[in-house]
């Protein structure tokens, strides 16, 4: 089944990785070059996003890094007028952007934290899809992929209320997108992550767990397959929903979590 995004451009965000090893991102932006796809690979942090340009090269695939931070609507309009200028199409827009800050609950949590978590969880998906979906309703055709999590719809035992909020609102944005442009050869769907190992939730949630073998012990056990996922789960999940066998696939929230959200208890 290789090539599956051939002919295909595609845009992925957060493509870099924010340590050692796969994050989502990255892994996703390698997996759509290595099954055809032209791919933008754009992070804030520039060695991150030529990184994961370099993997790509390195493989045969074609990739332009771009530095972004997608939370910031002039610097979305120059990423995709570089996507355009070297591709002349957008036909995959992969949000991947996400930031857990400030582990509180409503009250603890600082107002600085919540608006940054909700720029960037986001208001980047907003303003992404602001600027591509001209360009896909021109060309007939489009997917849009947002990444969520299972903590938009499950408590999941770790009081991020921004995060879990920020994510359950792109929920509802993927779905408004997905009704709005249906009829116009868009579709947009959601990806809700489950516990993964990756560099960013060691980054992120060191503090709570207090060292890197109690998080991974943790995390495994809760899981019902006693592992956690990792960012190749995700990115072929997002591989289906970027190809054309997933065309009748909209508003759709896939869960990759192992079982997890549908455990009791």
Not at 62 to 91: F, K, N, Q, S, W
Not at 144 to 163: D, F, Q, T
Not at 218 to 235: C, F, L, N, Q, V
Request: glycine share 10%; net charge negative.
């Amino acid at each position: 089944m290789a090539g599956r995004l051939e002919d295909k451009v595609a845009i992925v965000t957060g493509a870099g990785s924010i340590g050692p090893g796969w994050g989502n991102g990255k892994a996703t932006a390698v997996l759509f070059a290595r099954e055809g796809a032209k791919v933008v690979a754009v992070d804030r942090d520039p060695s991150a996003a030529e990184e994961t340009r370099a993997v790509i090269a390195g493989e045969g695939g074609e990739c332009l890094a771009h530095t972004a931070d997608v939370a910031v609507a002039g610097e979305v309009a120059a990423m995709v007028a570089a996507a355009m200028a070297a591709y002349g199409r957008i036909d995959v827009l992969h949000n991947n952007v996400g930031i857990a800050s400030g582990l509180a609950g409503p009250v603890a949590t600082e107002e600085d934290d919540w608006d940054r978590v909700f720029a960037v969880n986001v208001k980047s998906m907003f303003l992404t899809a602001k600027h591509c979906l001209p360009i896909m309703e021109r060309q007939g055709a489009g997917s849009i992929i947002n990444i969520s999590s299972i903590g938009a719809i499950r408590y999941i035992g770790i009081p991020y209320v921004s995060y879990a909020s920020s994510k359950a609102a792109i929920l509802q944005f993927t779905q408004t997108v997905a009704l709005e442009y249906a009829a116009k050869g868009i579709r947009c769907n959601a990806i809700l992550p489950g516990l993964m190992n990756t560099p960013m939730v060691h980054a992120s949630l060191m503090d709570h767990y207090g060292d890197a073998d109690q998080l991974l012990a943790e995390r495994d056990a809760a899981s019902p397959t006693g592992k956690m996922g990792d960012a190749w789960d995700i990115a072929y999940a997002a591989l289906y929903l970027a190809s054309d066998e997933s065309k009748y696939v909209n508003a759709a929230q896939l869960v990759v979590d192992g079982g997890l959200s549908a455990k009791i208890g």
